[in-house]
């Protein structure tokens, strides 16, 4: 992803949409929610999100 103002914007903007639907999060567990969000938004497109989810779980990883 690109590292000039519009892309930490954006990040910004859609961690922001995705931590809504939480109402509240622990500030203890703020940061685990925040590098959730990093990784979906580095990894966006669904196909690749579902992919690694299912090697997580063959490995129990998950």
């Not at 685990?32 to 990093?38: A, F, I, S």
């Amino acid at each position: 992803r690109q590292n000039h103002i519009n892309g930490i914007e954006n990040f910004w903007n859609q961690a922001k949409r995705r931590l809504r639907k939480f109402n509240g999060i622990p500030k203890e567990h703020f940061e685990l929610y925040l590098k959730e969000c990093e990784w979906r938004f580095n990894h966006s497109e669904i196909k690749v999100q579902i992919s690694i989810l299912k090697q997580l779980v063959k490995q129990n990883l998950f």
